[in-house]
């Protein structure tokens, strides 16, 4: 039976089998308790070992890191906190871990150390947390989308198609690189490599994912992008997961509205379906808050920020609008920005968004009509030829959680912003097609699932919510 559903029954005398790991064992004069976890539940189940009956010499090695089984009844709990606890007849270590060189002690330990633990991590109650959060927010996302009618589409992981993200994506080749086929110019011959051209790993879904739009209406893919940026922050990865829904007949303010009402769907799911993981991350925040200047600390705790979110509506405003508050604002005046906001059309960093969502309106915010140049080919030009239908949503403590645009329909215009911005266009003859043939208006955005989930855990660091961290320098695990 999983601890989970232990926990929540009142079947006093049932009898039990529970597997897991033991996260510590306390032994007095005449009985031993484990505290056992089984990943099922932030919670442990409290074993009693009676040792008139069970010999403390067979359960020694049943210390913190063990798995073991229990066979045993389920008992009401005098004390524990709980209302179930189980007496053990027998105990099984199934895996022994030598406390000598068990790297996890039941004490906290720092989120730098555990992520050169990445392999045990997950036996910790923060990383047990999240793991089962993020599980909630996969499942609560396809189901959004589902009830609504969208399909999923698996787009392409190698692509022959670099038109997003030169400069920064993983070449894909079976060439041998100590001995590569060269043309008469020098130059690499990839027509002899696995797919007779470039490949790399995609950086976005959402170019195929518009072609199956504008067929199936309302589509959406989930899948691995890969950004060999090298940005060290803490908001950015190399392989990170994306939700890029793309939708028919859709314009830039369906999309915003389409973008609030998933992210307060995903907040609203995870409160109704997380709580016992959220209060627990909500305490640890809080204990690391305290580490903090005052100024520093974040003005709510993580379960009231949460229905804070989905209790107002998110501020939306224009780029021109938000340059114009940044001009003026007290850390531009003071030269606090690493990035001075001197003039329209700079592009926004994150001190940039963040002052907009944390100090100034103090909600999530989504900015409009970015100037052309700073955005990329395919987003729709306004009629001012100067800004386009752009979207990027800005949550507090993160900066953009959500890219986002109308996308140009018209195959002229299309053409000539590929021209401008050297896309060739030659290669992507099979995009522009779907404007020559039955174009219509469409609209899709970008979730960094990510930063959706440094959101939903209170994390601070995007390496503490994936599993499995790939950054500049680091792929261990
Ligand atoms: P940023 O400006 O923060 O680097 P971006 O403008 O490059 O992001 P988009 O290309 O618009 O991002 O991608 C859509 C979404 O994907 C972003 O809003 C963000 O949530 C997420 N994202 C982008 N790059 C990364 C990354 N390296 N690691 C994790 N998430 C990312
Ligand atoms: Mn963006």
Redesign the pocket.
Known sequence: MKIKEILKSDKYGDQVVVKGWVRTKRTSKNVAFIALNDGSTIHNVQVVVDLNEISEESIAEATTGASVAIEGIMIESPGSGQNVEISAKKVTVLGPADPEVYPLQPKKHSLEFLREKAHLRFRTNTFGAITRVRHAMIYAIHKFFNDKGFYNIHTPIITGSDAEGAGEMFRVTTLELNNLPRKEDGSINFEEDFFGKETNLTV?GQLEAELAALAMGEVYTFGPTF?A?N?NTS????E?W?IEPEMAFYDIHDDMDLAEEMLKYLIRYALENCMDDLQFLSKRLQEEEKNKKQEDRAPMELIEKLKFVLENDFERITYTEAIDILRDSKPNKKGKFQFPVDKWGVDMQ?EHERYLVEKHFQKPVIVTGYPKEIKAFYMKVNEDNNTVRAM?VLFPGI?????GSQREEKYDVLLKRMEEMSVPAEEMWWYLETRKFGTVPHAGF???F??LMLFVTGMGN?RDVIPFPRTPQNAEF
């Open positions: 976005s950004r940026e940005s908001r950015h990865l190399a990170f994306m994150s990027d900066g953009e959680i959500i890219g970008g979730l960094g990510e930063r995007i």
